[in-house]
Nanobody, 125 residues
C-alpha cells in the first residue's frame, strides 16, 4: 500500500483546510486510516482515524468538533476537513494505514504499517 498526502498550506487562524490521502494498492474494510501530526520539536501525535468502510471514527480531544475525517471508497481516498484552525495546529500532517487495528489502538502510531510523506500545515495568528 502506498499513500500520498496533500492539501497542506498556509492559513490564518480560524480558517479551514482539507487534507487528502490517496491510497494505492490493496485496501479493505479491515484497514484503518489515521492522520497524525508532528510539530517542530515535538513527538508525532494522533489526530483522527477512520475504518476504511467508514463505520468507525476516532478523534483526539483537541480537534473534536473542528476536524472531520471521511473517506471516498470510489477514489480510494481519505480526507481530513480542518475548520477553526488554531496556531497550535501547525505541524506536518501524515496519513497512515494498517490492517486489523482495533479501535482502542487507533491512536497508536506503532500499529500503522504504511505511511505517506506528510504535508505541512501552517496556521498564522
Amino acid at each position: 500500500v502506498q499513500l500520498q498526502a496533500s492539501g497542506g498550506g498556509l492559513v490564518q487562524a480560524g480558517g479551514s483546510l482539507r487534507l487528502s490521502c490517496a491510497a494505492s494498492g490493496r485496501t479493505s474494510s479491515s484497514y484503518a486510516v489515521g492522520w497524525f501530526r508532528q510539530a517542530p520539536g515535538k513527538e508525532r501525535e494522533f489526530v483522527a482515524a477512520i475504518r476504511w468502510n467508514g463505520a468507525i471514527t476516532k478523534y483526539t480531544n483537541s480537534v473534536k468538533g473542528r476536524f472531520t475525517i471521511s473517506r471516498d471508497n470510489a477514489k480510494n481516498a481519505v480526507y481530513l476537513q480542518m475548520n477553526s484552525l488554531k496556531p497550535e495546529d501547525t505541524a506536518v500532517y501524515y496519513c497512515a494505514t494498517g490492517y486489523g487495528i482495533i479501535i482502542s489502538e487507533y491512536g497508536n502510531l506503532n500499529q500503522y504499517s504504511y505511511w505517506g510523506q506528510g504535508t505541512l500545515v501552517t496556521v498564522s495568528s
